[in-house]
T-cell receptor, first 115, second 115 residues
Framework: GAVVSQHPSWVICKSGTSVKIECRSL??????MFWYRQFPKQSLMLMAT?????????EQGVEKDKFLINHASLTLSTLTVTSAHPEDSSFYIC???????????FGNGTRLTVT | ELKVEQNPLFLSMQEGKNYTIYCNYS?????LYWYRQDPGKSLESLFV?????AVKQEGRLMASLDTKARLSTLHITAAVHDLSATYFC???????????????FGQGTELSVKP
């Protein structure tokens, strides 16, 4: 079945540094990718939608200059958390699909801890 | 704006008992998903429901959809400890899924099955 690989699985960084999270579709072309954030004991909140070759569309309240999303190829999207702060500590999950009615596949998530 | 509400948010069950989780959503949609999430893990897809009256079953779990009432249910039959997890419903926002609709998640139901 279709696989979405997310890397790294966990990362610890110091406050003020930037962290990049990768989301790869391994056996299909991901026309659209979605990035979610999940705080402990809470639901998944959609951060942004990215289509290959286009600028990402951010949800209301999500700072586009802080959470940089790049979807430069049909198999790779990256989320960069710039100038990370402890409040950015969260579980980040990407999902990807091809086109039309193709199913949506989720990555395994990245646990970010900012100290 | 699409809102998705689940209840209950917490559910403590005894093994062998039956129970139902409810998912209400505020605007029409062309599909609804149920996911399972274990602690520290990403999402596992359980069901996708596409039409009014759709019913799907897998093991002790059965999901149904009433698009007129904008309600989906996840019924658990004769619960076992292995079903302990958090269950999310997610609804596709407008536009339709195959036109770029996004998944909006409910708050999640934390299920604990005790012997």
């Amino acid at each position: 079945g279709a696989v979405v690989s997310q890397h790294p699985s966990w990362v610890i960084c110091k406050s003020g540094t930037s962290v990049k999270i990768e989301c790869r579709s391994l056996d299909f072309q991901a026309t659209t990718m979605f990035w979610y954030r999940q705080f402990p004991k809470q639901s998944l909140m959609l951060m942004a939608t990215s289509n290959e070759g286009s600028k990402a569309t951010y949800e209301q309240g999500v700072e586009k200059d802080k959470f940089l999303i790049n979807h430069a190829s049909l198999t790779l999207s990256t989320l960069t958390v710039t100038s990370a702060h402890p409040e950015d500590s969260s579980f980040y999950i990407c999902s990807a699909r091809n086109t039309g009615n193709s199913p949506l596949h989720f990555g395994n998530g990245t646990r970010l801890t900012v100290t | 704006e699409l809102k998705v509400e689940q209840n209950p948010l917490f559910l403590s069950m005894q093994e062998g008992k039956n129970y139902t989780i409810y998912c209400n959503y505020s605007t029409t949609s062309d599909r609804l998903y149920w996911y399972r999430q274990d602690p520290g893990k990403s999402l596992e897809s359980l069901f996708v429901l596409l039409s009014n009256g759709a019913v799907k079953q897998e093991g002790r779990l059965m999901a149904s959809l009433d698009t007129k009432a904008r309600l989906s249910t996840l019924h658990i039959t004769a619960a076992v400890h292995d079903l302990s997890a958090t269950y999310f419903c997610a609804v596709v926002s407008r536009p339709r899924y195959n036109q770029g609709g996004k998944l909006i998640f409910g708050q999640g139901t934390e299920l604990s099955v005790k012997p």
